[in-house]
């Protein structure tokens, strides 16, 4: 089964207005960390965002912030007033503890691609 | 944070021969990662590089095809072995900060390979 879903392959938004990236996830351990990186044309693979389990708050960061609904297992990113420099692929990961000893292994969803319109 | 580094950012190799990818990381890590990305894909995680032990690989990677090293807590190499062009992809390295899954995971800049 994916442990990390991202349903949308395409999104568009118009600028200056908020878009919603969806991923969900599943895990069976209590202890994880969630994580959404851009990926420009370039190829270089920017974080934006951390959200630990034990996290009470949703993360924010700036333009960007991730809506936690730990009961549903989804980590949705949000992004307000979009602007043109924020077209690229978004990737929603995911690392869990695997027990004692376990080498805490990062899985990635296909990613979202988001264009956004002038 | 952590500041990564990457060596070449990118290379055009010939079938048959092999290319070695440097990582430098600018603080002490235990865990680094190496993925690739083929084309219009999501990262498949290669192998966990631990200093001072053999690399895990994941399902489908094998150290012949893909040696790693890792001399010390800062750095780490991936080579790619008798290339094809199945190879052509963007390989990175990433670190986990702290390490565990509660930590932030940085990634490298990348080297986009390309086998003709």
């Known amino acids: 089964a994916q442990k990390i879903t991202q349903t949308q392959p395409g999104m568009f938004v118009q600028e200056k207005e908020a878009v919603t990236l969806d991923c969900t996830y599943d895990t069976s351990d209590p202890s994880y960390g969630l994580f959404w990186y851009k990926q420009p044309s370039s190829g270089e693979m920017i974080f934006l965002i951390y959200?630990?389990?034990?996290?009470?708050q949703n993360a924010t960061e700036g333009r960007y912030s991730l809506n936690f609904q730990k009961a549903r297992k989804s980590a949705n990113l949000v992004i307000s007033a979009s602007q043109l420099g924020d077209s690229a692929m978004y990737f929603c990961?995911?690392?869990?503890?695997?027990?004692?000893?376990?080498?805490?292994?990062?899985?990635f969803g296909r990613g979202t691609s988001l264009i956004v319109h002038p | 944070s952590a500041v990564i580094s990457q060596k070449p950012s990118r290379d055009i190799c010939q079938r048959g021969t092999s290319l070695t990818i440097q990582c430098q990381v600018d603080?002490?890590?235990?865990?680094m990662f190496w993925y690739r990305q083929q084309p219009g894909q999501s990262l498949t995680l290669i192998a966990t590089?631990?200093?001072?032990?053999?690399?895990?690989?994941e399902s489908g990677f094998v150290i012949d095809k893909f040696p790693i090293s890792r001399p010390n807590l800062t750095f780490s190499t991936l080579t790619v072995s008798n290339m094809s062009p199945e190879d052509s992809s963007i390989y990175l390295c990433?670190?986990?900060?702290?390490?565990?899954?509660?930590?932030?995971?940085?990634f490298g800049p990348g080297t986009r390979l390309t086998v003709t």
């Open positions: 959200q630990g389990s034990y996290d009470q």
């Open positions: 590089a631990n200093q001072g032990s053999e690399a895990t690989y």
């Open positions: 990961a995911m690392r869990e503890g695997v027990g004692a000893g376990g080498s805490y292994i990062p899985t």
């Open positions: 990433s670190v986990a900060l702290p390490a565990g899954p509660i930590g932030e995971q940085y």
């Open positions: 603080s002490q890590v235990t865990m």
